[in-house]
C-alpha cells in the first residue's frame, strides 16, 4: 500500500494551502480531490475576494490576520502578486455590528484606519451616496485577492516541492490510529502519517459522523455595470461592506479590470434568505448607497457558504480522530486566512503545536449543539 507524510482531502483554497505548506516543509504529500483545480462548484470562485484587518468579526482573529498578509505578499502567479490594495469601507449607522466591530478592532490593535461620517464619504468617493447617519471605517490596508489564483498558486508551489496531486479522486472514509491514519479513497487505499480534510461544503457528507451543525448556504455573487464606471474602478471606489442594522449585509467589491463590472452580493440577510434575493431586490437596495450603480448585470454566479451556528471556523484535530485535522466550517470569510491557516495546519502536522491561538475555532465546541437551522 502506498504510503505519504500527510494526505490532504480537497484541494480547494485551504486544502491547496495546507499541501503547499507541508510538502515545502519536506513532507511527503499525497492531495486528492476529486474536481478540477480552481473549479466553480464549491466555494473558492468569482474572482475577488476581500482581505482586510480590522476585522469586525472578532479582534482575536488579528494575529492571523497580520500573518496572512506576509504570507499574501509573498504569493503570486505568473509574477503578479496575488494582493491588490483597493482600501476598504466598513459602514452602517452607529451601532451596528459592521461598523462598531471594525473601529473596536482597529483601536485594539492600533491598525490603521480613519473614522467618516456620510458627507466625508460621499466627498471622498464619488460612486457613494451614503443614508444620512452612516459612518464608515476606512482602512487602507485591505483589498482584495483572486482565488481561483490563488488556489492555483498554492497547487503550483505543492507540486514543485514535491507533492503529487491527484485531481480525479476522493476520500471516503479512514481509520484513525496511534501512529497512523489508513485512508480509504475512491480509487483504494492509502496510508498516511496525517490527514487533512478540508472539504469545503462537501464537510456534512464526509464528516456525517462527527454531526458538526454546519449548515450549507447557496450565495450569488453579481456583477453590475454602471453607466459611469469611472467612479467604480480601483482607486476612487474601495471594497466595501455595508451593515443595515436588520441583519442584512451586503457588501462588493470595484471594478477591477475595465468593463470587468462591479461586484455586489449579499453576505447575510435580515429578511427574505440571502440565497432569494432578486437582482432587481439587491439592485433597488443599493441605490440608496451607490445611486449610480443601476440595475445592469454582466453577470452572475452561484457560490457556498458552510457556516456555524457562532460563524467561527472549524480548525484543529478531529474530537475522534487521532492524527486527523479539521478545515471547514468557513462561514463566508475564510478565504483571506488561507495561506496562514494552510501554514498552521503544516504546524500542527509537522511539530503537533502552533503558536496561534485556535480556542475560537475548536472542533469540541459543538458538542451539544444541534443545526443553526
Ligand atoms: C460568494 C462568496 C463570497 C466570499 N467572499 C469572501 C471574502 O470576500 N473574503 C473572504 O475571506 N472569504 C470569502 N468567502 C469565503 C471563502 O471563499 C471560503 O471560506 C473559502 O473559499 C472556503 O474554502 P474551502 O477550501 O473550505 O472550500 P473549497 O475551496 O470549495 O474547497 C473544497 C474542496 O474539497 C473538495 N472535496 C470535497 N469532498 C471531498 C472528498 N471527499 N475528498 C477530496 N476532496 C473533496 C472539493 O471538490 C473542493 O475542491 C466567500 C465565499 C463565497 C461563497
Redo the contacts with the bound molecule.
Sequence with gaps: MPTYDVVV????????AAASHLARRGQRVLG????PAA?A????H?E????RQAYYEGASYVPLLLRTYELWAALARDGEPLLRRTGGLFMGASGTQVLEGSVATARTWDLEHEVLDAADLARRFPALSPPAGTLGLYEPQAG?VG?EAA?AAHLAEAADAGAELRHD????GWVSSPDRVLVA?TRGHVGAGALVL??????P??LGDLELPLVVER???HWFVPSRAENFVVGRLP?WMWDLADGTLL?G?PELSPGGGVKA?V?FSGGTPAADWTPAELAATLATLLPGLGDRRARATD????LTPDRHFVVGWHPGGERVLL??G?????????PVLGEVLADLVVDGATSFDLSLFAPERFASTSPVR
Excluded at 482531502?9 to 491547496?16: D, I, N, R, V, Y
Excluded at 475577488?48 to 482581505?51: D, F, M
Excluded at 479522486?169 to 471516503?172: K, S
Aim: hydrophobic share 40%; with cysteine.
Design positions: 482531502a480537497g484541494l480547494g483554497g485551504f486544502g491547496s486528492l480531490d476529486p474536481r473549479h462548484e464549491g466555494s473558492s468569482g475577488s475576494r476581500i482581505v482584495v482565488p488556489v479522486e476522493a476520500v471516503t479513497t478540508a472539504p469545503g461544503r462537501w464537510a457528507d464526509l450565495r450569488v455573487q471594497v457588501y467589491v452580493a453576505h457560490c457556498w457558504y458552510t478545515a471547514c468557513f462561514s463566508g470569510h475564510g478565504f483571506k486566512f488561507t
